[in-house]
């Protein structure tokens, strides 16, 4: 497996700056897919008292896992940032290829590829990037846009989230002053004069609670309850679908959507929590909750557990987890179980196939907030982002909508109906919807507890359309979802390819890119060991036809495998094209055994490179040496015996 090895605060916020201004882009991604906003449109929450211009953002995963996914994310529209899960163990080897992504969404990557101290640094400074590209105004996002709510996320076991790391973890992000105190003193100044942005002192107030599959209720229980009392934040219980029981899901899955081909193991619904253990572990959690002033919620859904039989993943892998399309029919149907069964006072975020066509829908049932990683893990990548905002959008001028609770009230139709439950005297019920309907937003005819009342009223209304809706939604079912990308039989080479660029923006770490090389045939050389000397022979050519290339920065590549699901070729680009590495220790590491390290040393271009064997260097000195020919090569062998040739 490929290591992760973050860049450094300088290094990515000197690209940011300079990639906006010579390319239209940042980070890879156009300048015309960033989502800017509508002034017109108010869609902002408040959460824990901080404001999220949107409740919309990239869950607990990929595309959280680094500084440049993050700002990625929210370039793309994202003002919620689900910060990926953390846990005790930071030192796992996870198998590889993690992601496949050909139609529904699979996946066996389940825990954090970096170490604790790089997650919170890489958090840190991806919310540095954030501040910092936002008061450029780099970005053309709207003032009205920029306010980002951070959410941490933890698993999976008590003893770990007890443990000394952990804690000190969450304890540095409740006060990332000091982190972020270290990072900009490493920056340049004048990179430290942008870069050095207001932050609040505690990044994260609220924390996500993923555990295992199979946790016990009061394992549950007792790790929600340390981090309202130690730690003093809120905390959101994600739950399974596992919940809904194995005859629901499995009739949802097989009989309704058609998806014969998934299979859920029968063990996942026995050590699984249990419906009514649920109902029973979230009121005590709610009634705990108040009695500390804190925050908590539920999160539809975490993903589910099925066999591993497609052979895509190594076959040492068992079970994959499910989400994508089918995960969304089964989140929908627990929160209309839920809601039925606790009323619509639990607040409740969402993150379960989630895409431009149903996340107005999701808005409108007054899920808080709304997260997405699937969908983004499509052809299109983090451009999908303003797909969404224009569907957003779209709905609300269809409705006459101008806020968020304007767009609960009038997505399906229901205010009226909704407005009945508050028993209100004949004319004030008019009032409230003529301002409704002219100002697209409750307005002042009624007192706030009512507007509250008026608007979960709304949202219990909609959970019941939206969920008879998807279940009858023939997209969701296996003969309507996506088309698996299809292969054109050919194998990718070193240089030239289809140039279909669809593995850049699929890689959620961007580190697939292009770059330009002149169209060019020149001989392919090869040099062997022949005793004490080398021989050259000489083996084909090299012929460079194509537009431009493409590139692989191996740094940022954990081998996912999600450029090889979508490129039309085999082989693999991230395996197959020109890999670069931002040190030689990181070059001299690599499992893979190939790739190129390029620096410059008082003048000098060394390039080192690593063919499946040690490593070779060619040094060129000087730029007039290429133009002469006059190329000098130092080739160190394992036995450290040098060579040098001279060509011209």
């Known amino acids: 497996m490929s290591i992760l090895r973050p860049a450094p605060l300088a290094s990515l916020a000197r690209r940011a700056f300079r990639e906006v201004e010579e390319k239209g882009a940042i980070f890879d991604l156009p300048v015309r897919r960033f989502v800017r906003g509508r002034p017109d449109h108010d869609l902002s929450v408040v959460l824990n008292g901080r404001r999220a211009a949107v409740p919309f953002g990239p869950a ?12 990625l994310s929210w370039l793309a529209g994202g003002r919620v940032l689900e910060l990926k899960t953390v846990q005790l163990k930071d030192d796992l080897q996870l198998p590889r290829p993690c992601i496949d992504m050909r139609d529904v969404g699979l996946n066996c990557e389940w825990s954090q590829e970096l170490t604790t101290r790089e997650s919170l640094d890489e958090y840190v400074k991806g919310a540095l990037l954030i501040g910092a590209v936002a008061a ?102 994600k739950l399974n679908p596992t919940l809904l029981g194995r005859e629901r899901v499995q009739a949802l899955l097989h009989d309704v959507l058609g998806h014969d081909d998934l299979a859920v193991p029968s063990r996942a619904f026995d050590v699984d929590l249990q419906y009514y253990d649920a109902l029973g572990l979230i009121s005590r959690l709610r009634e705990r909750a108040a009695v500390l002033g804190r925050r908590f919620g539920v999160k539809l859904t975490n993903t589910l557990v099925v066999d591993n039989t497609r052979g895509f993943f190594p076959p040492a892998v068992q079970e994959s987890y499910l989400s994508g399309p089918p995960l969304h029919v089964l989140a929908i149907e627990l929160l209309a179980k839920l809601r039925g069964s606790l009323g619509m006072d639990l607040p409740t975020s969402f993150s379960a196939g989630i895409d431009a066509h149903n996340i107005a829908d999701a808005l409108a049932l007054d899920l808080v907030p709304v997260t997405v990683c699937t969908d983004l893990l499509k052809t299109g990548g983090y451009g999908r982002g303003i797909r969404y905002a224009e569907a957003i959008h779209e709905r609300m001028d269809l409705t006459g909508a101008r806020d968020r609770e304007g767009l609960v009230l009038l997505a399906f139709g229901q205010h009226g109906r909704a407005l009945d439950a508050l028993d209100l005297d004949p004319d004030s019920r008019a009032r409230a919807l003529q301002e409704l309907e002219a100002k697209g937003t409750p307005g002042s005819a009624l007192r706030r507890e009512q507007v509250d009342r008026w608007v979960r009223e709304a949202a219990r209304l909609n959970t019941a359309i939206v969920h008879e809706r998807v279940l009858a939604d023939p997209r969701y079912r296996r003969a309507g979802r996506d088309k698996p990308p299809k292969k054109v039989g050919s194998r990718l080479e070193l240089f030239d390819c289809l140039t279909c660029d669809k593995c850049i923006p699929v890689c959620p770490n961007d580190a697939n890119f292009t770059f330009v090389v002149p169209h060019l045939e020149i001989p392919r050389l090869t040099v062997r060991p022949d005793g004490e000397a080398l021989r ?23 081998d996912c495998g999600n450029c090889d699901v979508f490129c039309p070729e085999d082989g693999g680009p991230e395996l197959e094209k020109p890999r670069f590495f931002g040190s030689r220790r990181a070059l001299e590491d690599d499992p893979h055994g190939r790739g190129l390290h390029v620096e410059r040393r008082r003048g000098t271009l060394v390039v080192t490179g690593r063919f499946g064997g040690p490593p070779v260097t060619l040094t060129v000195e000087g730029p007039r040496a290429l133009r002469r020919s006059g190329l000098r090569a130092e080739l160190r062998s394992a036995r450290a015996i040098d060579h040098r040739l001279r060509a011209g």
């Open 60 to 71: 607990a995963g990929p595309h959280t896992q680094l500084a440049q996914n993050m700002l």
């Open 136 to 237: 450029s105004g780099a970005a053309g996002v709207s003032p009205h846009l920029l306010d980002t709510v951070y959410d941490a996320s933890l698993g999976y076991d008590l003893a770990g989230v007890r443990s000394d790391k952990v804690g000190s973890f969450l304890r540095a992000l409740r006060d990332v002053r000091p982190v972020a105190a270290r990072l900009l003193a490493e920056l340049p100044s004048e990179l430290r004069r942008k870069v050095d942005v207001p932050l609040p002192a505690a990044l994260v107030d609220t924390v996500t609670l993923s555990t295992f599959h199979g946790c016990p209720p009061q394992e549950i229980e007792a790790i929600a309850t340390h981090l309202m009392e130690e730690h003093g934040v809120g905390c959101v219980v």
């Open 536 to 558: 050259v022979e000489r083996e084909g050519v090299i012929r460079v036809e194509e537009r431009h290339q493409i590139g692989h920065y191996a740094d940022h590549c954990n």
